[in-house]
T-cell receptor, first 115, second 109 residues
Framework: KAGVTQTPRYLIKTRGQQVTLSCSPI?????VSWYQQTPGQGLQFLFE???????NKGNFPGRFSGRQFSNSRSEMNVSTLELGDSALYLC??????????????FGSGTQLSVL | TQLLEQSPQFLSIQEGENLTVYCNSS?????LQWYRQEPGEGPVLLVT?????EVKKLKRLTFQFGDARKDSSLHITAAQPGDTGLYLC?????????FGTGTSLTVIP
């Protein structure tokens, strides 16, 4: 079956602009998580959605927001972009159980560059 | 913040050598996972360990979960160029995973 699809693959924006990233999870997966990856900070958790509800949120400013639709597809939005927002944004889908053995399947990511 | 420290941060070895990557934390995790990430791609799950003291083998890779469920190790036997990549450990939290700082492995043919 198809994997996790993230679009766009690459994005170049300027400071102050906003951006919307999209993630289509594996069919049947109801949980979508978003992570920011940078060389200095590694993978940092942004938020997790399950059945259109945000269940957890990481320590990011309110400029970072997300949502999930009824078909489990998810979007994240970053407003008023800053240079430090340049990163690889990864989406991961999973079945959505609460057990610690949940398996994450990652997309290839969206590489965002803020100039 | 549940911090997972990995060591070493960088590792460059010759094909055929053995290596061990460590993942340590002061926090207890219900489970711990290991991922490998190649350039331009997302991380791919290698294994999940759940029980303290558990050892899992995946071909030439051996994963161990510490007895206290605070640390883990990944041992690769007879490394191959195809093992090159970024290795990440991740501890399970409430609806999120806490990722380690990563170990970048290069296997030279």
């Amino acid at each position: 079956k198809a994997g996790v699809t993230q679009t766009p693959r690459y994005l170049i924006k300027t400071r102050g602009q906003q951006v919307t990233l999209s993630c289509s999870p594996i069919s049947g997966h109801r949980s979508v998580s978003w992570y920011q990856q940078t060389p200095g900070q590694g993978l940092q958790f942004l938020f997790e959605y399950f059945s259109e509800t945000q269940r957890n949120k990481g320590n990011f400013p309110g400029r970072f927001s997300g949502r999930q639709f009824s078909n489990s597809r998810s979007e994240m939005n970053v407003s008023t972009l800053e240079l430090g927002d340049s990163a690889l944004y990864l989406c991961a889908s999973s079945l959505g159980g609460t057990h610690g053995a949940e398996k994450l399947f990652f997309g290839s990511g969206t590489q965002l560059s803020v100039l | 913040t549940q911090l997972l420290e990995q060591s070493p941060q960088f590792l460059s070895i010759q094909e055929g050598e053995n290596l061990t990557v460590y993942c340590n934390s002061s926090s207890v995790f219900s489970s711990l996972q290991w991922y490998r990430q190649e350039p331009g791609e997302g991380p791919v799950l290698l294994v999940t360990v759940v029980t303290g003291g558990e050892v899992k083998k995946l071909k030439r890779l051996t994963f161990q979960f510490g007895d206290a469920r605070k640390d883990s190790s990944l041992h690769i036997t007879a490394a191959q160029p195809g093992d090159t990549g970024l290795y990440l450990c991740a501890g399970a939290g409430a609806y999120q995973f806490y990722f380690g700082t990563g170990t970048s492995l290069t296997v030279i043919p």
